[in-house]
């Protein structure tokens, strides 16, 4: 496929990965890849869903998309392209590299039936163009355990927790995030080979830190969650000052839950407990005696571009009736663009094209950032992102397409 500046783009071979991983690791400025980044990113990239922009004989732009399915209000899991590894050499930036990408990649994701793209963004700028909204928020914080304490839940001490090599509670701890899974918006079921990017362990991971550390929690003897972590020595004049870094947790229960991070905050040595990508709604904040010590910071974590407006819509529930027609703008996907009407509840939903008058209108951009139930429409609107054409339905729609938890994004891709 010749694109407007003289480059071609040509879907990936297998031939061609090393200068591809090696564009992509330019453009973004890192150290060189270590052999357990390269050959775990190898095996799990579908080849047929890259893509290489190609000058002549060079590589000069990168992009891909994994084949996932991501859990939506309600608990479906719906297919999802995970958009990875996008990149453009500095040499080419501005010449209608990425745009030829994206516009090949979000054709072919339609033309494979999966009604949504989702990713992560390295600068949030960048996608909104294309029609990503940011959906998903990561709650990171610095608890200080010297001064805050935890008032864990009614059978915390019942939950028994015990050290276990990563590699060995594996299944253990992938049977726990998969009985999460449909919980939660935003989580994406495992496809085989992933559980490994949580064992990552190489010197760039740990960061002068100790080798990843596993606590298993068992209640009756069954295991009902875990928590991977490192740990990193320090000193000042008052005596030891470590900080325990999170990387993984996750929970059946509230118990267990209370178990695990009433372990991480009571370490000896360690006065900071270092935690990242949680979900907003983590329920360890209303455990903490003082939650201003635990220097909590958000950020957006998750893009979602609805690729089929109508399956997307229709995939999920919402938690009260809806009934409304949306007026949906969508210039690089033009298939969407115009009138559909939503209907739908905690059963289920439908939406199809309808020439009826429209209540809502937005562009696809908006109805990705509300599509997981993270963010309002009446959020949007108190910004202008979206305009209400019929009294009353900015409201019904806020509330049917909120969620009881906040989506969230388990790791990244």
Do not use: K
């Amino acid at each position: 496929m010749e694109t407007d500046r003289g480059t071609e783009l040509r879907v990936l071979r297998e031939a061609d990965w090393d200068e591809w991983y090696g564009c992509l690791y330019r453009a973004f400025g890192w150290p060189p890849a270590q052999p357990e980044d390269r050959a775990l990113h190898r095996s799990l990239l579908d080849f047929d869903r890259g893509l290489a922009t190609w000058d002549g004989d060079r590589i000069v732009g990168t992009a891909g998309s994994f084949a996932f399915r991501m859990t939506v209000p309600g608990g479906a899991a719906v297919p999802a392209a995970g958009v990875t590894m996008v990149s453009v050499a500095a040499t080419h930036r501005r010449r209608g590299a990425l745009t030829s990408m994206m516009r090949r990649q979000l054709d072919d994701v339609r033309a494979l039936g999966e009604p949504l793209a989702v990713l992560t963004a390295s600068e949030p700028a960048i996608y909104g163009r294309f029609g990503y909204g940011a959906a998903t928020y990561r709650l990171s914080a610095r608890i200080d355990t010297s001064r805050v304490t935890l008032d864990p839940p009614a059978g915390t001490d019942e939950v028994r927790l015990r050290y276990a090599a990563p590699a060995d509670v594996l299944d253990a701890c992938e049977a726990v995030y998969a009985a999460l899974v449909p919980r939660r918006p935003g989580m994406l079921v495992r496809r085989p080979g992933w559980e490994r990017a949580g064992l990552l362990d190489t010197e760039i991971a740990r960061g002068g830190a100790s080798a990843l550390q596993c606590v298993i929690a068992e209640r009756d003897g069954q295991v009902t969650g875990y928590a991977r972590f490192r740990t990193q020595a320090g000193s000042t004049e008052g005596g030891a000052d470590g900080t325990v870094r999170l990387t993984d947790l996750a929970a059946l229960d509230p118990a267990t839950e209370g178990a695990l991070w009433r372990f991480l905050c009571g370490i000896d040595l360690m006065t900071t407990v270092a935690v990242d990508a949680r979900p907003v709604d983590d329920g360890w904040q209303h455990l903490v005696s003082d939650i201003r010590r635990c220097r909590l910071r958000v950020r957006d974590e998750c893009f979602v571009r609805l690729v089929d407006v109508g399956t997307a819509l229709a995939a999920r529930t919402y938690q009260a009736p809806v009934d409304v027609v949306l007026e949906v703008e969508d210039a690089f996907c033009p298939w969407n663009a115009g009138r559909w009407r939503l209907t739908g509840d905690v059963e289920g939903a439908s939406c199809e094209r309808t020439r009826e008058p429209a209540d809502l209108a937005l562009s696809v951009r908006e109805l990705g950032a509300a599509y997981l139930g993270g963010v309002s429409p009446a959020a949007l609107a108190a910004a202008g992102r979206v305009r209400e054409l019929r009294r009353g339905a900015l409201a019904q729609a806020s509330v049917g397409f909120g969620s009881a938890v906040a989506p969230w994004l388990p790791h990244g891709f």
